[in-house]
């Protein structure tokens, strides 16, 4: 079962892992979608009463040339009981959804192992995210309180344990230069855009776009996912989790749809880092 406040839904959300008879993983290409073991069977319930926030925006965004997953709806028999499979097991439509993993077919960046801390090879690549912290994840925060408790920043993979300490030191430090970076340049009216040796603008720009235009309650503070190849820039998605966008926040789905930011919730033009980079007229 998967999910923070979904996870009390009666509707609930699964990890789905495929094994063989023997207990080792076995991929398989789920409805003509790439051969994985593991997937993710996500279940709207009283946020998206219309199934499509997801797969609309996941859709919306690959077609920007920015990697989300893919989706396939599905209809879904949950069988706890062991007996036949009948009428009784079904639980309704669900979204069969390419996990968040790096794999050159979903997020695709370097490998790196626990060994991996030479000059280059520490540089990536990495799984990030902003959200609730895990705690068989690495989590940490900014000298200045950014992101601020309950949130923190973390490392999705790879996991803690597989984490070497000098590669959580680089990762860390890394997004403190940034943050500095990006302080300082706005202190200066833009004199400077150091923040730009760390980050891919563009992915920041498309990512704050597929945000605001969605309304999403949820965005720049909660599964917001970042990931930073070997070599590379810290690059802004792939996105995740959109069941409270497009006017669906609340239960009652009553969001006025025609404001830039939603009554409590995050403002996206003032929220973090993007707070700093909506004042500067080359990012706007």
């Known amino acids: 079962m998967r999910g923070a406040s979904s996870a009390d839904f009666p509707k609930k959300s699964f990890t789905l892992w495929l094994d063989d008879t023997l207990g080792h993983n076995n991929p398989l290409p789920l409805y003509g979608l790439p051969a994985f073991e593991n997937w993710t069977l996500i279940g709207p319930w009283n946020y998206d009463r219309t199934f499509l926030n997801n797969a609309f925006i996941y ?11 893919r989706t396939h709806f599905v209809e879904v028999f949950f069988n706890a009981n062991g007996g036949d499979l009948d009428q009784s097991d079904y639980v309704g439509i669900y979204i069969l ?22 000059s280059k090879k520490i540089t990536g ?12 994840e690495f989590n940490f925060q900014l000298r200045r309180g950014f992101p601020g408790l309950p949130f923190a920043l973390g490392v999705s993979q790879p996991k803690l344990a597989d984490l070497h300490p000098s590669q959580r030191d680089y990762i860390s430090n890394y997004f403190q230069q940034f ?49 930073k190849d070997r070599g590379g820039k810290l690059v802004a998605g792939p996105i995740w989790d959109f069941d409270r966008a497009f006017g669906a926040a609340t239960y009652f789905a009553t969001t006025t749809p025609n404001v830039w930011s939603i009554p409590g919730a995050v403002d996206f033009w003032r929220i973090g880092w993007w707070g700093a980079l909506a004042r500067d007229p080359e990012f706007m």
């Open 97 to 118: 959804t390419d996990s968040l993993r790096i794999d050159p077919k979903r997020v695709d960046l370097a490998p790196i192992a626990p060994h991996d801390v030479g």
């Open 125 to 136: 690549g990495y799984l990030l995210k902003l959200d609730l912290p895990d705690s068989n």
């Open 179 to 227: 943050d500095d970076a990006l302080t300082a340049n706005l202190a200066s009216g833009w004199k400077d855009r150091t923040h730009l040796d760390y980050i891919d603008r563009a992915s920041w720009v498309d990512h704050h776009l597929l945000n605001v235009f969605s309304a999403n309650f949820d965005a720049l503070i909660r599964s917001a996912y970042f990931s």
């Open 59 to 69: 859709a919306l965004s690959n077609r920007l040339g920015r990697w989300a997953p």
